[in-house]
């Protein structure tokens, strides 16, 4: 059974089950991770910052005032 990284709780997911590029989260903690590899599992964090500086980049490019 997989292991948070974060949190080192038993995560309860079906490795068979899992598709490359998903999203897990760990109930315990609320760390998502995206699952890399499935045989052998690899879990890496989701970066939510990367997110967020993209959100705020198209925001400053909105402010230009070219509509």
Not at 25 to 54: A, M, Y
């Amino acid at each position: 059974m997989p292991i948070c990284p974060e949190c080192d709780t038993d995560l309860d997911l079906d490795e068979e089950e899992l598709d490359e590029g998903e999203i897990v989260s760990c109930p315990e903690c609320g760390s998502d991770f995206e699952v890399i590899t499935k045989h052998p599992l690899e879990l890496n964090p989701v970066d939510d910052l990367d997110e967020d500086e993209d959100d705020d980049e198209d925001d400053e490019d909105d402010e230009d005032g070219d509509y």
